[in-house]
């Protein structure tokens, strides 16, 4: 048995996934509407200097990265971030790397490899496995991070495929599926905000042959993206609807669902707010 799946991390059912790092305030409010974590996107640098104050500013949440970009955030400077945070604030810290993809990086050749050379990085520079997890799509991914991680964090997946991944990397696995969310009962404006979030990744690879795998055929992929290529990855209608829709991930043996609201910052607080009663969590006082 190796590490990765002896310790699982505890996180909570669900967690919050932005792009770019809230603010400390921001932060407070997430924790007291009861998320477990915040996971921050956009390949943040190595010095991963946005973590602490959110640390600072909370007492029992914790945030992790979705995800340290291994072609632009040398291992090492990586590595000594981690234990920067580590010894100031022990066990709140999970570090999410991942190789990206090929149409945003020159150089990427044999990213199979960068990764596990990564990851020996990593394993010398003593951060544990149980403190880490990677970016996971496909099987041989999958396998790695069940390998050598704590778990795996797909990113614009559905519920079928955290059904798949769970099957596939064993129950003692941590599984972390993001997905997108947009609270409007009007179908046509919550596509559209859909579509403004997920064209982009329409033009790579690695997600259309995911989706692909999901049984997602060439109309469906192809820019703006079908309708049910849409509802699929993006959930909208009323906090009970999203919620409903949220649950599905953790049914299929998701540990953790991070939740990516769609519309900007502004929507962020108000739209976790009305979630957080149908997600059943529990705000403090």
């Given at each position: 048995m190796t590490e990765g799946l002896s310790l699982k991390p ?50 029992t949440l914790q945030v992790a990265t979705g995800i340290v ?25 999970l570090l999410g790397v991942g190789v990206g993809h090929s ?183």
């Amino acid at each position: 048995m190796t590490e990765g799946l002896s310790l699982k991390p505890d996180m909570g059912r669900y967690a919050v996934w932005t792009f770019g790092s809230p603010t400390p305030e921001q932060a407070t409010e997430i924790e007291r509407l009861g998320y477990g974590a915040i996971w921050v996107g956009g390949s943040p640098a190595p010095e991963l200097e946005f973590v602490e104050p959110l640390l600072a500013a909370t007492s029992t949440l914790q945030v992790a990265t979705g995800i340290v970009n291994v072609w632009s955030a040398p291992a090492a400077q990586v590595a000594e971030s981690f234990h920067r945070i580590e010894d100031a604030y022990p066990g709140r810290f999970l570090l999410g790397v991942g190789v990206g993809h090929s149409e945003a990086t020159a150089e990427y050749r044999s990213p199979y490899r960068t990764l596990t050379d990564y990851l020996d990085a990593l394993d010398a520079d003593g951060v544990p496995t149980s403190r880490r997890v990677l970016a996971a799509l496909g099987p041989k991914v999958l396998q790695l991070a069940a390998e050598r991680s704590a778990g795996a964090h797909p990113y614009l997946t559905t519920p079928e495929h955290t059904g798949t991944a769970r099957e596939l990397i064993g129950p003692s696995v941590f599984l972390a599926p993001e997905h997108k969310v947009v609270l409007s009962t009007d179908a046509a404006a919550a596509r559209a905000a859909g579509r403004d979030a997920v064209g982009f990744y329409l033009g790579l690879s690695n997600y259309v042959n995911n989706w692909h795998r999901l049984g997602f055929g060439d109309r469906d992929v192809r820019a703006p993206g079908s309708d049910r290529l849409i509802d699929a990855v993006v959930a909208h209608g009323t906090a009970e609807d999203v919620a409903a829709r949220l649950g599905e991930h953790l049914a299929a043996g998701a540990d953790q669902v991070t939740i990516q609201v769609l519309g900007g910052w502004k929507q962020l607080l108000p739209t976790l707010t009305e979630l957080a009663g149908p997600l059943g969590l529990t705000p403090r006082d």
